[in-house]
C-alpha cells in the first residue's frame, strides 16, 4: 500500500511516499501508525498524527487495504 507523506512526516520519513508491504500485517489505522512509529520513531515526538483513508479522515479502528490511498497529515500550526 502506498502512503502519502505531507510537512513534517515526509522529512522524518525522508520521502514523499511509503510503499507498506502485504506482509507487513498493517489491517487497520491503529497497526499502521504502530508501524511507523516503530520503523520511524521520529514519528512519536509529534503531538499528533491524523491519517486519511480515500480522502477521509480515519478513526483508529478503521480497516485499510492494500488498495485504499492512505496520507498520513502532520500537526499544523500557523495563523
Known amino acids: 500500500m502506498n502512503v502519502l507523506l505531507f510537512g513534517i512526516?515526509?522529512?522524518?520519513?525522508?520521502?514523499?511516499t511509503l510503499y507498506i508491504?502485504?506482509?507487513?500485517?498493517?489491517k487497520d489505522v491503529k497497526s499502521l501508525k504502530s508501524?511507523?512509529?516503530?520503523?520511524?520513531?521520529?514519528?512519536k515526538k509529534l503531538s499528533s498524527i491524523a491519517v486519511a483513508v480515500n480522502n477521509k479522515y480515519a478513526?483508529?479502528?478503521?480497516?485499510?487495504?492494500?488498495?485504499?490511498e492512505i496520507a498520513l497529515i502532520p500537526p499544523v500550526s500557523g495563523g
Open 9 to 16: 512526516t515526509k522529512e522524518i520519513i525522508g520521502s514523499d
Open 21 to 26: 508491504s502485504v506482509k507487513d500485517n498493517v
Open 35 to 43: 508501524f511507523l512509529n516503530d520503523k520511524y520513531p521520529e514519528l
Open 59 to 68: 478513526k483508529e479502528e478503521d480497516r485499510i487495504t492494500i488498495d485504499d
